[in-house]
Structures are given as C-alpha cells and as structure tokens.
C-alpha cells in the first residue's frame, strides 16, 4: 500500500451553500478548487484507499471534504500526488496558498490539525481555467521537492 501527499483539483459548477460539519454553512463560488490532504497509513489509510474514497459517492460523511464533495454541483475532475512516507500536507498547503490569486473560502477547512501559521486552509478557490491550475499546482509539487503524479478522472 502507497502512502503520500495529494491535491484535489475540483469543479464546482455554479455558486451555491454547503454546510461543512460543525464548522457552519459556507457559499461556495463556481469554479476550481484545490484541497490537499494526506494519507500516510497503511491498509485503510493508505493513498490508494484515501483516493478511492473521495471518489466515491457513497460514504459517511466525516472530514471537510466529504461535505464538499457531496454537493451535486461539484465534481473531482484531476487528482495530483506524490508517494512519500513524510508529513508534507501542510507545506504542499502552503506552496499552493502562494500561487497568485488563491483565495480561501472557508478558514480551517481540512486544516484543523495543523500547527503552521502561515496558512489557514487546506482548500483554496482560484478563478482560472482547469489546465492552468493543474500545471500550477504541479509546480507547487515540484517547489517543496515533491515529484507529482497526475491522475485524470473520467468523467
């Protein structure tokens, strides 16, 4: 079983209220989203079995994401990780908070873990066109010494 570091490259097809856990209910603007995560177990924590479950609709409803992703407008359209046994969500979070115009919608969403300061968030809204953000979030990848793997979902 792999384990790793991933981004979420998501579609959200039109603006519209999700309500995120015990952490309120949130307008989400239409366009692409990034949400980093991690998956550094093994067996039912491993990479693989993470990814799956994010795809799927079919789940209990538990972290952030979850929430998100079960909104009929939104939809995961390219998943881009790295294997690696080190704790690398937040700095990934971090290289991806810099890339122009990134904007946060909901302040500790996913990131209620982490102790960095220099974030808030491990989802980010960008007003771009997918391949641009697909590339840019690569280079993220690439900044911290991360090797990124792109994964295209079917849609």
């Known amino acids: 079983m792999k384990q790793g570091v991933?981004?979420?490259?998501?579609?959200?097809?039109?603006?519209?209220?999700?309500?995120?856990g015990k952490l309120g209910n949130f307008l989400f603007k239409q366009g692409f989203y990034t949400y980093i995560g991690s998956a550094l177990g093994k067996s039912a924590t491993s990479l693989d079995i993470r990814l799956k479950r994010h795809l799927s609709s079919k789940k209990k409803l538990f972290w952030h994401i979850d929430f998100f992703l079960n909104s009929k407008y939104v939809k995961i359209q390219t998943i881009i990780y790295t294997n690696t046994i080190l704790k690398e969500e937040c700095s990934l979070a971090?290289?991806?908070f810099q890339i122009p115009n990134a904007q946060i919608p909901v302040t500790r969403f996913g990131a209620s873990d982490c102790k960095r300061i220099n974030h808030s968030s491990h989802l980010f809204h960008f007003e771009m066109e997918k391949n641009e953000l697909?590339?840019?979030?690569?280079?993220?990848?690439?900044?911290?010494n991360l090797l990124p793997i792109t994964m295209k979902i079917k849609n």
């Open 6 to 20: 991933y981004a979420l490259i998501i579609e959200n097809k039109q603006d519209h209220c999700v309500q995120i």
């Open 94 to 96: 971090s290289a991806v």
């Open 134 to 144: 697909i590339e840019l979030v690569k280079s993220a990848f690439l900044k911290i």
